[in-house]
């Protein structure tokens, strides 16, 4: 993997990831129809053995893998956030699990969204951080909104989630120049 710093925020550590993080609690948040709903994820059956390549896609090129851990409740390791790096063109692409529910709704999901675009956006060099999800994902929504992500495009119906057909919105944010 490319060097990533460990993030701190008030209330998280966001930490490269590593073996430690390869545990059947991940593989569970996988496997939880609610976490993996708006995912693609949502086509897949997950195993340690799957987890581990994922992990290891991360281990060679600019990408970043940050487990996130939860310190003040005690919680520990509550999920995941990954920026796919095209360095050519300094842009990312941002994506995030919480996987925890219990974690949910506590602003913990914006906490580890912000850090990592203000890591990319600043030291990590990049021009543009992008991310998209389904025009469903209520949460993600608001994510992008708290964190200064502007729409940037529609994808028409990309997605079929359970008999409805979903648009994909992108959006982006660029460094301050
Ligand atoms: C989507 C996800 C990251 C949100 O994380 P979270 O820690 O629960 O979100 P936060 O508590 O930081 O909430 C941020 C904002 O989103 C809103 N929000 C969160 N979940 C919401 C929901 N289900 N419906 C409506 N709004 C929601 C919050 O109210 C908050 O807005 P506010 O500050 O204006 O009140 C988390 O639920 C998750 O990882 N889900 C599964 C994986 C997933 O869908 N990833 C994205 C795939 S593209």
């Not at 487990?67 to 390791?77: D, F």
Request: glycine letters at 8%; hydrophobic letters at 40%.
């Amino acid at each position: 993997m490319a060097e990533a710093p460990t993030l701190e925020t008030p209330r998280l550590t966001l930490a490269p990831f590593s073996d430690e993080h390869l545990t059947e609690r991940y593989v569970g948040w996988l496997q939880d129809p609610d976490v993996v709903r708006y995912s693609e994820q949502r086509h897949r059956t997950h195993t340690l053995e799957s987890c581990r390549q994922f992990a290891a896609s991360f281990a060679d090129g600019p990408s970043h893998l940050w487990a996130i851990i939860e310190n003040k409740q005690g919680l520990g390791h509550i999920g995941n956030i990954n920026s796919d790096v095209d360095a050519a063109n300094r842009t990312a692409d941002v994506a995030v699990m919480i996987g925890e529910k219990q974690a949910w709704g506590q602003g913990l999901g914006f906490e580890a969204w912000n850090a990592v675009l203000d890591y990319l956006l600043g030291p990590g060099a990049m021009r543009k951080v992008t991310a998209g999800t389904m025009a469903e994902n209520k949460g993600m929504l608001a994510i992008f909104e708290k964190s200064g992500m502007t729409e940037e495009g529609r994808r028409k119906k990309q997605f079929q989630l359970l008999d409805r057909e979903v648009d994909a919105i992108l959006v982006a944010r660029f460094a301050e120049t």
